[in-house]
Structure formats: C-alpha cells, structure tokens
C-alpha cells in the first residue's frame, strides 16, 4: 500500500478563497483524521470518521471549516472563505479498529497551506 | 488546558549515548499511549505505543516506560544514533485510540557525532 496520500502536498491561496484538501486514506482501514500543525498549537484534531460517517467535529474551530468523506477511500476538508490565520500544515491520518482498540494511526505527508 | 505536555523543546545527546524524552499528561483517562516521529516536511511516522495496562514496552533501540500513578512517560532510545535526529511527539487516546490522538508540542532531538 502507498500509505495515506495527500494532494496537493503545498497550497497557496488569497484570504477569502475556497480551499480543499483532499485525502486517501489506507484501504481497509475505517477510521480517518484530519489534524492541522501550528506553531502556537501543536497538532490538534479537527474531525474524524468512522466507517465514513463524522463522529466528533468538535476540534473544527469555525463554521468555515466543513469535512466529508464520500467513501471509504476518500476525504476532503473544505475552508470557505480562507483566512491568513488558517495558514499550517494540514495532516490527514487513517487506523483499523482491531481486538478493542485501533491500531497506530498512519499519516500522511501533509498540505502545507498558505493563505495571504 | 493541554493534557500532554512534553517539557522539553529541544534536547541534544552523543551518539551512541542514552536518548530520554519524557512526556507528562493530565487526563486519567487516557488508555493508550504512544511515540511518533517526525522528520521536516513528512507526516509523523509511529515509534511504539503502550497500553495503560503495561509499564514497559520495547522494541529494538526504543523503550517506552509508563508511570500510571505519576501519569508520566518517557522514551528511551539507546544507543542514539545520528538518524534519530528529529521531533519526537507523546500522543495520547482514550477508548484504545477511536476518539483520535492528543499530541504534546514535540521535542526536537539533536544526536551529535
């Protein structure tokens, strides 16, 4: 397997913009992440699926952030209109629940998003 | 309020010497524990985990300790080598890892030759 993969890897964008970032997760696994890196907060859960379906989306820090999964081998997470605050690294990541607990998570390269 | 705290930015050791990397958290909680590292430009890539139920873990050069009444855990990397330079993160869940991870900021390790 090629691992969880990301496009596109850099995104740079003017403030008021739509954005989307896309994801595939591994095959076969049913849990999937989006995280965001800063400087000021680390890495830090926006949302995430399982087996499709949003489960906790209490990390997206505003209404202008929307996630979907349409499928089990694809995400987006949607910013709409971007703010120059939304600049980070954006890091999608995909487990397996197996025996009452899911297995490490495996992340992706990440979106180094810029918006100016 | 950050339940994972990882004190030390930044830590720089001989190689070939003893790596520690420590990592406090709040939340009693937490079930499930783990090591990540990462490399500029690239995604986090897992070291070792640990379960609540366990106090030690190892594998290769990496051993994860857990002290469940301290609520501390440290990584120890013996012996360090020079591609073990790179941002080490304590990550915790609950429910074995289903409501997702919360990181600590990283510690940047530096192995000097």
């Known amino acids: 397997d090629a691992g969880v993969i990301q496009s596109p890897r850099h995104e740079v964008t003017e403030m008021g913009q739509e954005v989307t970032l896309r994801c595939k997760p591994i095959?076969?696994?049913?849990?999937l992440f989006w995280y965001r890196q800063t400087m000021m907060r680390g890495l830090e859960l926006l949302i995430y699926f399982n087996n499709n379906v949003p489960i906790d989306d209490s990390g997206m820090p505003e209404d202008r952030f929307s996630a979907k999964m349409p499928n089990a081998s694809f995400s987006t997470l949607k910013i709409q209109p971007s703010e120059p605050r939304d600049s980070a690294v954006y890091f999608c990541a995909s487990s397996l629940w197996v025996r009452g607990r899911t297995t490490e998570a495996f992340f992706g390269q990440g979106t180094r998003l810029t918006v100016v | 309020d950050q339940q994972v705290k990882q004190n030390s930015p930044s830590l720089s050791v001989q190689e070939g010497r003893i790596s520690i990397l420590n990592c406090d958290y709040t939340n009693s909680m937490f079930d499930y524990f783990l090591w990540y590292k990462k490399y500029p430009a690239e995604g986090p890539t897992f070291l070792i985990s640990?379960?609540?139920?366990?106090d030690k873990n190892e594998d290769g050069r990496f051993t994860v300790f857990l002290n469940k009444s301290a609520k501390h855990l440290s990584l120890h990397i013996v012996p360090s080598q020079p591609g073990d330079s790179a941002v080490y993160f304590c990550?915790?869940?609950?429910?074995?890892?289903?409501?997702?991870?919360?990181f600590g900021k990283g510690t940047h390790l530096i192995i000097q030759p």
């Open positions: 640990i379960s609540s139920i366990k």
């Open positions: 095959s076969g696994h049913d849990y």
């Open positions: 990550a915790a869940s609950v429910r074995g890892g289903a409501d997702g991870l919360t």
